[in-house]
């Protein structure tokens, strides 16, 4: 089955840029999409399909996706960005279903 | 504006079943789909399965296939999802979420459903 790599945390201090990346296997052949999770809350799509930004979600909120590696970038951070993020595909290869990656727990300095 | 209110905390012992629902608001219900994500304590997400709204037609997770079954009631603007034979590791939060199909993101979630399962 196919497997999606995330680093369990990545710190980055208020107004900096966080690269949140995702590996796996021709991953730039698949469509990422990427969720934010804080404590207790559902999850929220914050880019869809490698770079579409669903409607209020903030354009410090960006993606890209080439090769074995998809990133989700944001850009001046602020504290309100702390939470887990996700990154997901479909598997049409393989199992048929979503893959999830482990989730990277983006702390803000 | 687009709501999805899922039904209430549930608590089952091993072997049980347990349904949970989805209620869909603010849209045209026949033309999106919904994913169930699942999520164990302190873990990461995990997708069930994808059931299309308009007719039914569903994907399951090989993991849950023969175990968990979604269904619609279009009347209602209502998903279900039933999961039979409950085990410990069923324990976690379940969760819908509204999706054009299920290659596509999911853009609205519902709150989310605890499902203890203990004896």
């Known amino acids: 089955s196919y497997v999606l790599t995330q680093p369990p945390s990545v710190s980055v201090a208020p107004g900096k840029t966080a690269s949140l990346t995702c590996g796996g296997n021709n991953i730039g052949s698949k469509s990422v999409h990427w969720y934010q999770q804080k404590p207790g809350q559902a999850p929220v799509l914050v880019i869809n399909?490698?770079?579409d930004r669903p409607s209020g979600i903030p354009d410090r909120f960006s993606g890209s996706n080439s090769g074995n590696t998809a990133t989700l970038t944001i850009s001046r951070v602020e504290a309100g960005d702390e939470a887990d993020y996700y990154c997901q595909v479909w598997d049409s290869s393989g199992d048929h279903s979503w893959v999830f990656g482990g989730g990277t727990k983006l702390t803000v300095l | 504006q687009v709501e999805l209110v899922q039904s209430g905390a549930e608590v089952r012992k091993p072997g049980a079943s347990v349904k949970v629902s989805c209620q869909a608001s603010g849209y045209n219900f026949h033309s999106y789909g919904f994913n169930w994500v699942r999520q164990a304590p302190g873990q990461g997400l995990e997708w069930m399965g994808w059931i299309a709204a308009s007719n039914g037609n569903t994907n399951y997770a090989q993991k849950f296939q023969g175990r968990v079954t979604m269904t619609t009631d279009t009347s209602a603007n209502t998903v279900f999802m039933d999961v039979r034979g409950l085990r410990s590791d069923d324990t976690a939060v379940y969760f819908c979420a509204r999706g054009l199909s299920y290659t596509r993101g999911a853009d609205y979630w519902g709150q989310g459903t605890l499902v203890t399962v203990s004896s």
């Open positions: 399909s490698d770079t």
